[in-house]
């Protein structure tokens, strides 16, 4: 079973900044990878499929990128709205940890 | 435009089961399959199974193999997961998502809590 690693567990940043958080895969899973957002209260929303492509809707200051088995969230400049906890998932089967990120 | 409706919220006491629905609307039903996901309370997303909406097969996380029955009724548009043995730990909240052109969850429900109290 392919297990995916998040970090960091909590991301402390400013609104403004950027933003950068990783998901490892224990094995390859070629580039079948989402990432979601999820605020309190609310189901996750897809931000990311196969890794890069942007999910309709989403701002273009969220990018996906891959490299073997690591997998790298980026969000360029940081708005209020985006604090918020990041789920990796492969396949549509497995998801990583999260990532909370929080206002600093 | 897509939407999936669940079912309201449960109370149920340790051992029964608990059947959620998901009513799909705005696309051909049988076209995505549809997964089903878990959310303890204050914890992370787990994957529990899915259901190929057109032909009925399933699939099921190892976790929940055996206690977990994921269906379909293709002529009402609803996908239901079904727990057996429920256990306290098992409370959560419970999503279904639709899957979309690939390996990934375009469009989610807003989610059922099931709470499992004596």
């Known amino acids: 079973e392919v297990v995916l690693t998040q970090s960091p567990a909590t991301l402390s940043l400013s609104p403004g900044e950027r933003a950068t958080l990783s998901c490892r895969a224990s094995q390859g899973i070629s580039t079948y990878l989402a990432w979601y957002q999820q605020k309190p209260g609310q189901a996750p929303r897809l931000l990311i499929y196969d890794a890069s492509k942007r999910a309709t809707g989403i701002p273009a200051r969220f990018s996906g990128s891959a490299s073997g088995t690591d997998f790298t969230l980026t969000i360029s400049s940081l708005e209020p709205e985006d604090f918020a906890v990041y789920y990796c998932?492969?396949?549509?089967?497995?998801f990583g940890q999260g990532t909370r990120l929080e206002i600093k | 435009q897509v939407h999936l409706v669940q079912s309201a919220a449960e109370v149920k006491k340790p051992g029964s089961s608990v059947k959620i629905s998901c009513k799909a609307s705005?696309?051909?039903?049988?076209?995505?399959?549809i997964h089903w996901v878990r959310q303890a309370p204050g914890q992370g997303l787990e994957w529990m199974g899915w259901i190929n909406t057109d032909n009925g097969n399933t699939k099921y996380s190892q976790k929940f193999q055996g206690r977990v029955t994921i269906s379909r009724d293709t002529s009402a548009t609803t996908a239901y997961m079904e727990v057996n043995s429920l256990l306290f730990e098992d409370t959560a909240v419970f999503y279904c998502?639709?899957?979309?052109?690939?390996?990934?969850?375009?469009?989610w429900g807003q989610g059922t809590l099931v709470t499992v109290s004596s």
């Open positions: 705005g696309y051909t039903f049988i076209d995505n399959a």
């Open positions: 998932q492969q396949r549509s089967k497995t």
């Open positions: 998502a639709r899957e979309g052109n690939g390996f990934y969850s375009d469009y």
